[in-house]
């Protein structure tokens, strides 16, 4: 297959099942990437195919250890700190003019974890199943300073891994169906997610004003010590919290060091918007976050005596 490719992706499921017709492996909250060793080099390309190969220079040494072969990966790229995948992290090293930072390649090293083969030397293994695609897998690729191979685990553990995960802050898991081949492309049913449920603390920025009263909140966060832009939220908003918002929240300047578009997560217009000094904080309960830094799927859970500076991405 041609690269760069859009890779299989997975549907959504709200609890893991014990059943020895699957595996299951850990969801690490990375960005998706699928990487290619091919004579001793190493490209990387996105989701979406942008080419991504310069940004991750750690990840080179799998063109020696991979002995020449050719080899097409799937996994997720992950920035750790204290053992957990920070998102934060991995969206600084995933940003910038194409070019790795050498101080955030230092101060933010990336760790590809890698969950499947799909080539190997000029073999096609996209109609394999994935039982035998991971056997590969684990005899191609060896461990390294900067990848790893993603363990799986029977089905009958999927309950346990996912209890395991949640206690550890992890992201959740991934249930893959045995005998299952690989669909570029396709949201399939043989590969479901099942994730935690996440907590923020989170800056009112802003809101959107149809017909003239508050709608949905805008909400910002600090990484580092700049303010950015991280999705809205009405879902969970009640009459009294309009009031309080009337109350509270005067009209200003937008907070952003940039003006943020509204509309490239949300499909329709969000129409009038009031930007306001950053004074109130929320907690906000979300099941992700998107490549672009937005909350997917925000639920208000109360409003925060806390000042806007303790709004964190971690």
Known sequence: ????????????????????????????????????VESGRVRHWSRRGRDRTLLFPELDGLGAALGGSRAVLDGEIVVLRDGKPSFAGILERD????????????????VLMIFDLL????????????????????????????W??????????????????????????VAKRLGSTYQPGIRSRDW???????????????????????????????????????????T???????????????????????????????????GPVVWTEPVLTVEVEFSEWTEDLRLRDPVLVGFSSRLAEAARLQ
């Open 1 to 36: 297959m041609r690269l760069p490719f859009s890779p299989m992706l997975l549907s959504r499921a709200p609890a893991p099942l014990e059943d020895s017709g699957w595996l299951y492996q850990v969801k690490w909250d990375g960005v998706r990437n699928l990487t290619l």
């Open 236 to 270: 969970g908003i009640r009459p009294e919290d309009l009031d309080l918002l009337r109350t509270h929240l005067r009209p200003g300047p937008c907070p952003f060091p940039r003006v943020p578009s509204l509309r490239d997560r949300f499909a329709r217009d969000p």
């Open 95 to 110: 940003t910038g003019g194409g070019r790795a930072d050498p101080g955030k390649v230092r101060s933010h090293p990336a």
């Open 148 to 173: 790893q191979v993603v363990d799986s685990f029977p089905g009958e553990q999927g309950p346990d891994l996912f209890q395991a995960a949640v206690e550890h802050g992890l992201e959740g898991v």
């Open 119 to 146: 080539e190997h030397g000029h073999r096609p293994l996209y109609q394999v199943p994935i039982e035998e695609r991971l056997r590969l897998l684990q005899e191609v690729v060896p461990p390294g300073p900067a």
């Open 192 to 234: 479901v997610k099942i994730k935690r449920r996440q907590r923020i603390l989170a800056a009112v920025c802003g809101y959107t004003a149809p017909a003239g009263r508050p709608g949905s909140l805008l909400l910002g966060a600090f990484r580092e010590n700049e303010l950015v832009y991280i999705g809205r939220v009405g």
